[in-house]
């Protein structure tokens, strides 16, 4: 059993002593940690992975467990991405990136210092 075991006694103004028992567990919440936010260029694509859960909803309408991101298809600009995962708890966790897509086309090697 997962989670953490608490014992609650639930009493009332009419009872000299506890009167039920109650077992309360406590699970943690999914924790996604999709990266810190990142650049790419047109050129490349991330893999965006939320992690091993049992369902998925990005901010795409995605339902998998990963996502790609292309920058030939976004083209320039900064992009958000979220994601809400849930576990077998019905638990559920979120996170976000940002990803900034930048045009390397028009950069010469004699501009590189």
């Known amino acids: 059993m997962n989670g953490t075991?608490?014992?609650?006694?639930?009493?009332?103004p009419c009872f000299d002593?506890?009167?039920?028992h109650a077992l309360l567990i406590v699970n943690p919440l999914p924790v996604v940690n999709l990266c810190p936010d990142m650049t790419i260029?047109?050129?490349e694509s991330v893999v965006l992975d939320a992690g091993d859960y049992d369902d998925y909803l990005w901010s795409t309408s995605e339902t998998t467990q990963?996502?790609?991101?292309d920058g030939a298809t976004l083209g320039?600009?900064?992009y958000e991405y979220n994601v809400v995962v849930?576990?077998?708890n019905s638990c559920t966790g979120t996170d976000s990136i940002q990803i900034?897509?930048?045009d390397l086309t028009d950069i010469n090697e004699s501009d590189i210092v």
């Open 5 to 12: 075991n608490y014992r609650c006694v639930v009493t009332g």
């Open 17 to 20: 002593t506890p009167t039920e």
């Open 41 to 43: 260029t047109t050129e």
């Open 66 to 69: 990963t996502i790609t991101v």
């Open 76 to 78: 320039t600009g900064t």
């Open 86 to 88: 849930t576990n077998y």
């Open 100 to 102: 900034t897509v930048e």
